[in-house]
């Protein structure tokens, strides 16, 4: 009977205890201490074409954030790379050389070998045997893998602080020139030029222009978000994003996952 009646107060100054702390408020802030830090995620610098900070933007943590996958990488770029390749080398099997069909002389009588085709392999300019034909080099890997590998890369790039932010670049004029500025301003130096411009994923006439204005710029490289891979995420010293790419990446990739 003792020992049941301790228990029972035992449990009793439990719940008076959180009775206090809910009144109190104390709760309620563990609450929300809990929630912000779950839904704290990675923040970048956003600039403008002046090279000038014009605010910050919350990067996904399931995209930029992910755990890096380094075998994973290397077997996306392996069949991105092996995608690539076009067998184009062919040779011609006796049955397609153009030539006569007649025998080239009589079967017996001649002290020759007996030959029915000039376009036999033997003689020159006939077929080729066992040479080779267009063949097909390209691999697969699933939707989920190439996904998760586009998020080890651009993780990767986050955590060597290779990824920018910019914005304002629709209202640019397709002028080479100023698209150069624009890279001056944002401190990328001429001789470190290897850019991946990601583009937003919604063509319009403004990415037109931006593309016009870009292409002919030594080292930077054009993407749509829609297209967008671990290779070229990889291959390129600095990952340049339009602020409505980002965006896109959510849309594209998140929406997907939580389906």
Same mark, same amino acid.
């Given at each position: 009977?003792?020992?049941?009646?301790?228990?029972?107060? /035992?449990?009793?100054?439990?719940?008076?205890?959180?009775?206090?702390?809910?009144?109190?408020?104390?709760?309620?802030?563990?609450?929300?201490?809990?929630?912000?830090?779950?839904?704290?995620?990675?923040?970048?610098?956003?600039?403008?074409?002046?090279?000038?900070?014009?605010?910050? &933007?919350?990067?996904?943590?399931?995209?930029? /954030?992910?755990? &890096?996958?380094?075998?994973?990488?290397?077997?996306?770029?392996?069949?991105?790379?092996?995608?690539?390749?076009?067998?184009?080398?062919?040779?011609?099997?006796?049955?397609?050389?153009? /030539?006569?069909?007649?025998?080239?002389?009589?079967?017996?009588?001649?002290?020759?070998?007996?030959?029915?085709?000039?376009?036999?392999?033997?003689?020159?300019?006939?077929?080729?045997?066992?040479?080779?034909?267009?063949?097909?080099?390209?691999?697969?890997?699933?939707?989920?893998?190439?996904?998760?590998?586009?998020?080890?890369?651009?993780?990767?790039?986050?955590?060597?602080?290779?990824?920018?932010?910019?914005?304002?670049?629709?209202?640019?004029?397709?002028?080479?020139?100023?698209?150069?500025?624009?890279?001056?301003?944002?401190?990328?130096?001429?001789?470190?030029?290897?850019?991946?411009?990601?583009?937003?994923?919604?063509?319009?006439?403004?990415?037109?222009? &931006?593309?016009?204005?870009?292409?002919?710029?030594? /080292?930077?490289?054009?993407?749509?978000?829609?297209?967008?891979?671990?290779?070229?995420?990889?291959?390129?010293?600095?990952?340049?994003?339009?602020?409505?790419?980002?965006?896109?990446?959510?849309?594209?990739?998140?929406?997907?996952?939580?389906?």
């Amino acid at each position: 009977m003792p020992a049941r009646k301790s228990k029972v107060k /035992g449990q009793k100054s439990k719940i008076l205890a959180s009775l206090k702390l809910r009144r109190s408020g104390q709760i309620k802030t563990q609450k929300l201490k809990t929630r912000a830090k779950r839904s704290s995620g990675l923040t970048i610098d956003v600039f403008d074409t002046k090279g000038k900070i014009a605010g910050k &933007i919350s990067l996904p943590k399931e995209i930029f /954030g992910a755990e &890096i996958n380094k075998q994973l990488l290397a077997q996306a770029v392996r069949v991105y790379l092996a995608n690539q390749r076009r067998g184009t080398a062919s040779t011609k099997t006796r049955g397609e050389v153009s /030539g006569s069909t007649r025998k080239i002389w009589r079967q017996k009588g001649t002290g020759r070998a007996r030959h029915g085709s000039i376009k036999a392999p033997i003689f020159v300019g006939g077929g080729i045997v066992s040479g080779p034909k267009p063949r097909d080099f390209s691999l697969k890997i699933s939707k989920k893998m190439k996904r998760l590998a586009i998020f080890s890369a651009l993780s990767s790039k986050q955590k060597a602080n290779e990824i920018k932010a910019v914005k304002g670049l629709d209202s640019l004029e397709p002028k080479t020139r100023l698209m150069v500025d624009v890279l001056n301003n944002l401190g990328i130096n001429e001789k470190d030029k290897n850019i991946l411009l990601v583009l937003s994923g919604k063509s319009s006439k403004e990415l037109e222009n &931006i593309y016009r204005a870009s292409r002919n710029i030594e /080292g930077v490289h054009i993407i749509n978000a829609e297209v967008l891979n671990a290779y070229d995420a990889l291959n390129n010293k600095l990952v340049l994003l339009m602020e409505s790419a980002i965006d896109h990446m959510k849309e594209k990739f998140l929406k997907k996952e939580d389906a």
